[in-house]
């Protein structure tokens, strides 16, 4: 088990390596005028080559490279060029907030997706079909969409929530979970449709093996069979496919934060990538990049939690 | 971004008569809705100019979010241009956007899926790394940063979206190449000296071509999903009307105009959802899952039990014990989706007394198995039993609900099933196994199980019960899993073990030991076994009654000695032929009649 894991996290650790030195190469050849951006139309040609110095932009790609993957290694991303803010503080805080919602989807999605998918494998019949039907329109209509709409429907027209903004939990935890729901929801429903016709099929899968006539068989209880043995044996394929919904959210997350303003990374990528911010969407691309490797990493270690022969070879 | 690779790949076997497959998509009404609506899209995308005579770009400043009228149909937006000459341009620009997607990744990954699948070699790894690190990566993350290099384009967008999509296309035709290539029609082409290419061509395009339809379908949706979500966000290209874009500038006016917000959130949901249910109908169409429609009403189809009656042999025994199963005239079914009951077990009777071994003989498909399923209440999905009785000790078994049967599993009637391996729960150790039931229906503590369980253990002969206890399925051998399914099911002391073919999966070493284990056993706790086999060797060495059975009917029965003295019917005669032919195999059993008339010469 610790040398799996350890595999899996020096896999990790050259994935980072291949997506930052990707990154690096393409925005160094987007090159364009970031000094005069930055200083603005009046600035004179002087300031601006004296700013374009001070920035590095002058130097070689491999230098510059090296430079920045030293000091990555040590934790410093360098500074924002039109804030002046460190990278490092700036995504960490905006980090933690968008990973609150990731997780939090994560999590409702995980227990709503087994509640409809072992529904829909043991009724079958019609409760099965508009499960289908809703996983369908559940995984085709954008997350951004069903968020418009919830704004819509329950911020502008019944008031029932903030239609943007997001309250710390530290500040109020009823104000928290009030600007983490809708967003949360239309998250949600997307992964849910996915995750639960996984679930349904694997579910329906994993009923019809021997093993289960056996367990009927020794008199062990109907709820203990599915929800013991059945839905572990389903698990794994079902957590395959919440790993990948996991990458998905990421993205889905960006637009999301944007349409109720809430403070994670989404305003910042799309803010720093029309700017040319670069030291800024290197960061992000560093800070994804992890998440998707820890996480990968967490999803892997639960299958071996729920698959003893992943586990013991 | 890609999960729907390996559900589409289920349906890669079943392809072939594909020229039905367009006509069976048409008849589906998921499916043609979808490609009605799909058509319309296109027809709306390539005949844009003719549908409106407003300049989609026209701004008028002095008309801005106008309320729909003659002129304007859908209004004007917040610069004043108008809103249906925009949707309209912008179906045809999100169109071909998301067209370009799919048409990049599923050229890449096809492509390099033939090859990695073909060819493999370096190829494979390479193509197998780039995929997992393509996988990686948020696509939006992606695309935004990459349009900090390339600026806001549309079609470079939606290029390198193309590019990162490549992997659910590589993946699928990757899996799907590897399962022709060693197929021996594959081989006999290579074998004939087909080229590759044409191999290619012929034998593996046609394997994967519906497939890759449907995650077409699929890709292309997600393409349009993102597509609109960059526009939404302000990343597309301001020059030219997307969806996307016509959201982003209804978005900041949802409070003075929100009716702008519906036009286009209605056409990207209609488009994706199209999109949706054309790759579920072509699925659903590959696998040929109409789904078999319940019959309305409880018209019950007419049950047959009729037959010749078995030959019966009369008891040689001075007094019989007790009666402990009675089953009488079992018929036993499977509903049909057009209402008829296929029948599989045709009016079996047949009676196990208290501590016997009764032997339940027949080849394959002669119902045998339904008949011991039927008595533990544990019939598969869809089997029912239509007709006649089963009394246990006195109680009728048919008719109980599965919450009633439970009681009655494990405690009373016992199983042993046919394949050790796949019996055992593969997630969870053996000791959990054997001490669950045992807490259930026996009440005890789970110390007190454990100790029983490894008590069992020893009973049935493994030699290191403590480590069997802690081992998971997959960590012992056939034999002790069988050992362990034995141990199982005497460890809540029933009346009535029903060992449905307990040896045939196992090796010919081994099934002499569980022969022996289940004889010593029976004889030890005076249990009762029905014992289901194919094999009149097994039922010679531990049966004191005989059942043979034959196409759902019971046709010979009696004390095994009579019956083997003596038998009456010529499927019995047939079965001894058999094992004195060719020493008890399997499957050389059917067309019994042919078979009994050549055994002689055939010698």
Redo the contacts between chains.
Sequence with gaps: MVQFTLRRLGAGVV?LF??TTI?YL??Y??GGDIARQILGQTATEETVAKKAEELGLNEPLVPRYIDWLGNALHGDFGRSWFSSQPVAETITSRLAVTLTLVVGTVLISALVSIALGVWAARKR?WVDRLIQVLS??G????S??IA??LV?VFA?NLGWFQPTGYTRWSASPAGWLESVTLPIIALSIGAVA?VAQ?VR?SVIDAQ????V??????????N?VIYK?VL??AGGPAL??LA??F??L???T??VE??FAIPGIGPL??Q???Q?D?PI?MG??VA??VV??VV?LVFDLLQGF????VR?S | ???SAD?TLEVAENVGRRSHLARRMLKNPTGLFAIIVIALLILMAALAPLLTSQDPDYADIRNILASPSAEHLLGTDSAGRDVWARLVFATRYSLLGAALATFLAAAIGVTSGLIAGYYGRWFESVSAWLT??V???????VL???????GPTLWGAMAIFGVLLAPAFYRLTHAAVMGVRNELYVDAARVAGVKDPSIIGRHILTVVRAPVIIQAAIVT?IAI??Q??LG????SDPTIPTWGGM?NDA?TK?YQQ?LL?VWP?SI??LA??A???FA?ALRDELERSAKPK?VKGKAKAAVNAEGAAAEVHAETEAAPRDLLLEVDGLVVGYDQPDGSLTQVVNGVSLTVRKGEVHGLIGESGSGKTQTA?SI?G?L??GGRVAAGSIVFDGVELTGKS??QM??????R???V?Q?PM????????IGS?LV??MR??LGISGKEAKARALDLLAKVGLPDPEKTFRS?P??VSGGQAQRV?IA?AI??EPDLIIADEPTTALDVTVQADILDLLRGLQQELGVAVLLVTHNFGVVADLCDRVSVMQKGRIVETGPARSIFAGPRHAYTQSLFDAILEDGAARGALSHSSDRHVNAGGAK
Excluded at chain 1, 139 to 142: G, H, L, N, R, T
Excluded at chain 1, 208 to 211: A, H, K, N, T
Excluded at chain 1, 213 to 222: A, I, M, Q
Excluded at chain 2, 135 to 141: D, E, K, N, S
Aim: proline residues 5%; charged residues 15%.
């Design positions: 994935l291949a997506i990154a393409l925005l050849l987007s019949g369908i329109l995984f085709a209509i954008p951004f969409l418009i709409l819509n502008l996915a996984q099929g019809r093996q021997d093993w006539r056996t367990l009927r068989s020794r008199g062990v209880r109907e203990k043995h572990r044996n395959a496919v990948l919904q990458v998905g990421l993205g889905g960006l637009i944007q349409i990528t799309i720093s990538t029309t040319g670069i969407v992000v691309v994804t990049g998707v490797v990968n729920l698959n003893p022969k013991l | 971004m890609s999960q559900v997992s690190l996988m990686a990566l948020p696509g939006l993350v935004l940063a990459a349009r900090a290099v390339i949706l999903a993102i609109a979500g939404f966000i302000g990343m959201l978005f949802m929100p917000l959130a990207i949901a994706s959802v999109f949706a249910l579920n319940k399923f533990l544990l598969p999905e599965a919450k439970r009681r009655i599993q494990g405690k009637i016992s199983y099933p394949e796949s019996n055992l729960d593969p997630s969870f150790t196994q669950e039931p259930e229906t998971y997959h960590q399914l199982g460890s809540c």
